[in-house]
């Protein structure tokens, strides 16, 4: 889900740390020199960040989403197939934190950790949350998780590619991407087909059934819950 914007003193911790992330990874130890730098205190850098260098990373996480809203929102989506537009979001979701590579990569290492993956999943999929809201999704049904689950797994997968990848104006990732997103068009399309075909028609019937009756969360859901993003 959408995260807070940055407070100030939020703001300068993360800007003093990204530096020491570089060289010493999402630690409590660069959080604490982050902070120092910034002129907050340590108990008020606790207070900011409970679980230390992980609420720190879902900080910067938080803010390259934010950036990435902003370029969306000044793009001139109409002229656009649906399926570009999405591709066109995931590319400035990974372009608005190329000037912190390898910052990304520390996060990506960190989340990989068994007791920082639930972390790490709620970051991506507040990721795809927001790309979809901004697309104008309003759907309610199972579809809006299977769309956020869906989008989740393109943009990670994209995300790792796009750390080693090594091409000029990362155009082996864009290209990667794009296959991505045709790959699930085609799965759309495939079951629109099979809602379409008489004899097949009825097979969908008991799962779209089911699906009807499946509601969004129209609030945050709880930490245990798909879609619940722990606000930093």
Avoid: C
Avoid at 15 to 27: N, R, T
Avoid at 45 to 56: I, W
Avoid at 140 to 151: F, G, H, M, Q
């Amino acid at each position: 889900m959408t995260s807070q914007p940055e407070t100030p003193a939020k703001a300068a911790i993360l800007d003093a740390a990204l530096p020491h992330v570089a060289f010493d990874g999402w630690s409590d130890e660069a959080l604490t020199r982050a902070a120092g730098e910034a002129g907050v205190s340590a108990g008020e850098a606790r207070a900011l960040f409970p679980r230390g260098a992980v609420d720190l990373a879902l900080a910067f996480h938080a803010r390259g989403d934010a950036k990435m809203l902003e370029a969306l929102g000044a793009v001139e989506l109409e002229a656009m197939r649906f399926s570009e537009r999405v591709a066109h979001a995931v590319r400035l979701r990974l372009e608005a934190i190329e000037g912190d590579r390898e910052a990304v990569r520390r996060a990506a290492s960190l989340f990989a950790l068994p007791q920082n993956a639930a972390a790490g999943a709620g970051a991506v999929w507040g990721t795809a949350d927001a790309i979809w809201r901004a697309l104008g999704d309003t759907s309610e049904d199972l579809n809006w998780y299977s769309k956020r689950a869906t989008l989740s797994a393109v943009y990670s997968a994209t995300l790792l590619y796009w750390l080693g990848d090594q091409s000029e104006g990362h155009e082996a990732t864009w290209a990667f991407l794009d296959r991505r997103i045709d790959d699930v068009m085609r799965i759309e399309k495939l079951k629109a087909g099979l809602r379409k075909n008489p004899l097949t028609k009825g097979l969908m019937a008991g799962p779209e059934w089911l699906a009807a009756r499946v509601r969004a969360p129209r609030s945050t859901p709880p930490a245990d819950m798909p879609g619940h993003v722990s606000k930093p």
